[in-house]
């Protein structure tokens, strides 16, 4: 029962370097999300599809951009990395209003 | 604006003591408050949510819509109760089942 997966689990990059964050959930949730959790911040939420072929920006979504390649999928790209993008990253998944979210094991990047 | 706040970063207790980690939201309308926990190199997971009413692991939580409050408390900790609590909240208006996170407060039982 794999739930929600995402790779890297671990990543450094240099500044201005991109990369792609891969998630995939086999739940066969509509909702798809994109958090990052900074100490003392807490989980902020960067991008989400509440459905397949849509996306909508978070609280923090600046210097990321996502896509949902399908309904199991969805990436966050980051174009030009920023050390003030190290963080740990979390992708979630839930099948729609009122439901529980599902989280992956998480993602952490180092831009140095 | 929407806001969860958990005030505590840390709390530290010895186990068999009272726990009850704080949390506060800030919300006009009828709230869905949950709590996560999440456990050392653990993905986030649910513990509670109070539509539920429910107890897991011995935690409660009740919902004060007079304190806009959602207390998580167990009446007698365990070692393995030591972990990061997220409070969240709901976002009320879509139905994406967007949540809105606090700081989120480390419990640390002692043994």
Not at chain 1, 21 to 31: P, R, T, W, Y
Not at chain 2, 81 to 86: G, K, L, N, R, T
Not at chain 2, 89 to 101: H, V
Request: proline share 4%; with cysteine; glycine share 8%.
């Amino acid at each position: 029962n794999a739930g929600v997966t995402q790779t890297p689990k671990f990543q450094v990059l240099k500044t201005g370097q991109s990369m792609t964050l891969q998630c995939a959930q086999d739940m066969n949730h509509n909702s798809m999300y994109w958090y990052r959790q900074d100490p003392g911040m807490g989980l902020r939420l960067i991008y989400y599809s509440a459905s397949e072929g849509t996306t909508d920006k978070g609280e923090v979504p600046n210097g990321y951009n996502v896509s949902r390649l399908n309904k199991r999928e969805f990436s966050l790209r980051l174009e030009s990395a920023a050390p003030s993008q190290t963080s740990v990253y979390f992708c979630a998944s839930a099948s729609g209003w009122g439901n529980t979210i599902y989280f992956g094991e998480g993602s952490w990047l180092t831009v140095v | 604006a929407q806001r969860v706040t958990q005030p505590e970063k840390l709390l530290s207790v010895f186990k068999g003591a009272p726990v009850e980690l704080k949390c506060n939201y800030s919300y006009s309308g009828s709230p869905e408050l949950f709590w996560y926990v999440q456990y050392s190199r653990q993905r986030l997971q649910l513990l509670l949510r109070h539509i539920s009413r429910e107890s897991i692991k011995g935690f409660t939580a009740d919902l004060n819509k007079g304190e806009t409050s959602f207390h998580l408390k167990k009446p007698f900790a365990q070692e393995e109760d030591s972990a990061m609590y997220y409070c969240a909240l709901k976002e009320g208006s879509s139905n994406t089942g967007k949540l809105i996170f606090g700081q989120g407060t480390t419990l640390q039982v002692k043994p």
